[in-house]
């Protein structure tokens, strides 16, 4: 009885049209792949905070034959670094760059390339110690940072690496930022997120800056010694992000550069608008 009665009112229920059931499935389609891209910008977590990003990062000494910045040094450069470093920077990394638990790290034998790095990008100093260092106007002129990089420098540490864009392969660039960056930069370095930190985009970057962010590590970025990335490929992938400050949308429209995923889910909405327009222009009223 109860398998007669459910028969009956199955056949009497009205059926929804197939063109909108279509509609529907693309809808959610749609926004299955919304939540799985959210999903995944998410997945990359990183270790972040202004306290854990304060560990104590040793930059990658380059190796035999690879190319170092010619960063000057004297006398007269280290006394006036010192002076700097004593009022602007020893409250937090210490009279003797011993560096404070849980507020600064040590500097001793980081060498040139982080100093050159943090402070050319005007990631140094920071405002608090707890927040996390961003890209930012730069607070010193070229002078005073040399000053106080061959201060820092007089503790010991290796030279800055440098790479000339200009011996790189722009189509190795492509695969080893792909392979070590895309994941975390975006794969046009546009930068992204990760789990309570934001990675920065890398429009404003030159290639000394990229040599010394591979090679220091800064903040959550892990770092990569000669076997991982060697000079020609450093070479090849400091070309490719000066490449993506002004890359060639041969293709169609960029929307900004934001990343295959975003495109693509605009690009999804707009299918899904067209055939919802389209349905309603073809469909019949009923009464």
Known sequence: MRRRLARRWLQRRPRTPARVRVVVAILCGGLAVALLSAQGS???????????????????APAPGEMTAPLPSSPALVAQGRRLYASSCA?????????????????????????DFYLSTGRMPLPDPRVPPVRAPVKYSRTQIDALIAFVGSFGGPP?????????????????????????HQMVARGGLTVSAVVPSLLQANGREVAE??????????????????????????????????????G?????????????????FLLALSLVLFA????????
């Open 42 to 60: 998410q997945g990359a977590a990183q270790p972040s905070g202004g306290e854990r990003v304060l560990a104590n990062k040793q930059a990658v």
């Open 91 to 115: 409250s937090c990394h210490g009279i003797g760059l011993q560096g404070r638990r849980r507020i600064a790290p040590s500097l001793i034998g980081v060498g040139a390339g982080p100093v």
């Open 160 to 184: 800055a690496p440098d790479v000339d864009p200009s011996k790189g392969s722009l189509a190795l660039g492509l695969h080893e930022f792909t392979l070590n960056c895309a994941g975390c």
């Open 213 to 250: 962010a591979v090679r220091m590590g800064p903040y959550v970025m892990p770092h990569f010694n000669s076997r991982q990335i060697d000079q020609h490929a450093l070479d090849s992938l400091a070309r490719y992000v000066l490449w993506t400050h002004h890359p060639d949308n041969a």
């Open 252 to 268: 169609g429209w960029g929307i900004y550069n934001l990343g295959p995923i975003p495109e693509g889910m605009v690009a999804w």
């Open 280 to 287: 309603r222009l073809i469909g019949e009223r009923t009464t």
